[in-house]
């Protein structure tokens, strides 16, 4: 009675607090609301919701022995705490696109972001986790390229994988770019990132050498280094000989991420990236309840209209209408297919128990949609004016201040030269103009959340500490990505000579290092040459690529389940895998035909050529021209083959599944028979 009382009062509240989100119209908000409707909706999902997926869809059998226990080796299956399960699952998963994805949308207003981030990851990111952790789970810890291709055939595997490799190099340029949007012509915040390197390898050598074991001691180690970065980074900035050593133009810092790239993918794994990933849970999670802290603390209003006038397809930070570009936008803040990689990776390998899923799969996803949530709220607390003169590239507003202001001023959005230079001034800046990527002004808004609470005489600290969270965040994901990516390089090179698909053979580290690397790196120089920023043609991209991912991973779930005989629990993936089917077909459709060269990527090569033609370009802009030429029309063609790929797969998986429905023959399950889990018996009986 008392989980009924306390499940009505959840849904009452939120409803009343989403009511009060979706009706404020014509004066500002209270970012009290937006949370309260975040929390008493997730609540609800993981109670209800979740709980009976894990009941009637996917059957849960806590007597099951997972992999983790019938395989375990000591190295990549071994029984792990559902807590650190849980703790290693969301540092792999909360990369730059709950930070970044929201902020960019918030150009449409804070609703429609609000609105899907919501919906979007109870119905439909969180379900996708939990479902394919179950799935992988019950086959020995398969990927989703392997059970795409033993479920539903050797194509379809074939298929998602070359389809998650091209994903994996555009989710990489992205995440390299807006780093050197972070740090470009910024010593502080780049020194203060450079000397987190160090740290980690400090951590990880002391973890692995000097006083194995001790992971009390290299914790605080390594938060103490970290915070010591950032102070020093600080000093540094206010240091006239040493300023000078960490200003670099965002050419250079390309450079700097591309070699970083190479060297994080060929170390061992215990020297930088276990203890960089470790380093970033602690501060992810502290910092997200830090934030969510202090907004409860001073319940700041939002500023942003509940929707602007760029939901016709006009706003500056990239182009095209609010559907759907608002969802491919949101990206992983709602769902996310890269998450489809690691429920089917290195976690289904740690599950001890099944009932496990349910909390590492929906719980891990829905804290990082509240991530989101808290990005938002960071956003949109910045006047817009604000906002835009951050977020819009110098192609768009213009290259000078004033240019900028009166553009921006233009929209409605009032903003004057004095009010940037003076908020410059405050964090710590020399400009904040045309600081595209969407982390530099969500830094701006959560220094303005923690100065509100803790002090305003610390602002630029507090702007350089979000920095360095968004950026160890972002780099700890890159590490991860670049190392998957070469995985999944040396699988396919194996099959044109065997000993290139040794993961451990070190010639073919390093040629499929420098092939994933190089790949990604080729995309981020050319966002960097971009006058526009960038942004506006990479993100769209890598938000179409992530959501086709996830239709991919959907489509495998529904094939399954169906499969398996529960073909009336199938509108579970089903619902959320048409909506993403029509997301991003839509989104693809429109960047492939649009006339409209903010929107189509042919367009836009178009409208580039005919103005270098013509001789009307500037000189800087007509240098790079032929480069931006070239890979906007790349870009096109992949956008036509990852199309391809996500319908070869869903028709794919409709042929398994009209095959299964008529009583035809199919390829039989690969889902591992049932064992009996020595560990829970055990369990069972020692407790009286």
Known sequence: M???????????????????????????????????????????????????????????DASRATPAERLNNGRDFVPTHRVIVFGHHFAAIAGPGPLVGPTLAAQFGYLPGTLWILVGAVLGGCVQDMIILLLSTRRDGRSLGQMARDELGPLGGFAALIGTLIIMIILSAVLGLVIVNVMKHSPWATSTVLATIPAALIVGLYLRRWRPGRVLEGSLLGVTLVLLALLAGGWVDHQPLLRPLFDYSAIALAGFVIAYGFCAAILPVWLLLAPRDYLSTFLKLGTVVLLAVAIVLTHPQIKMPAVTAFTDGTGPLFGGKVFPFVFITIACGAVSGFHALVASGTTPKLITNEADVRLVGYGSMALESFVAIMALIAATLLDPG????????????????AAAVHTISGWGYPVTVEQMQALANAMGERTLFARSGGAPSLAVGMASIFGSTFGRGLLALWYHFAIMFEAVFIMAVLDAGTRVGRFMLQDLLGHLWQPLGRTSWYPSVLLASALMVGAWGYFLYIGVIDPNGGVNILWPLFGISNQMLAGIALSVATGIIIKSGKARYALVTLVPLAWLALITTTAAWQKITSADSRIGLFAAADDLARKLASGVLPPERAAVAPQLIFNQRLDGWITMLLLTILWFVILDMARVCVRRLRGLPLRSSSEAPYQLSRLQSALAQAQP
Do not use: M
């Open 2 to 60: 008392l989980k009924k009382i306390s499940a009505a009062v959840l849904a009452i509240v939120g409803a009343i607090a989403l009511g009060a989100v979706a009706l404020h119209r014509h004066e500002p908000i209270n970012a009290l609301w937006i949370v309260t409707a975040a929390v008493c909706i997730y609540l609800l999902g993981y109670r209800l919701y979740a709980a009976w997926i894990a009941a009637r869809v996917l059957s849960v």
């Open 386 to 401: 604000v906002f835009f003169a951050i977020n819009s590239g110098a192609g768009v507003v213009g290259a000078s201040p």
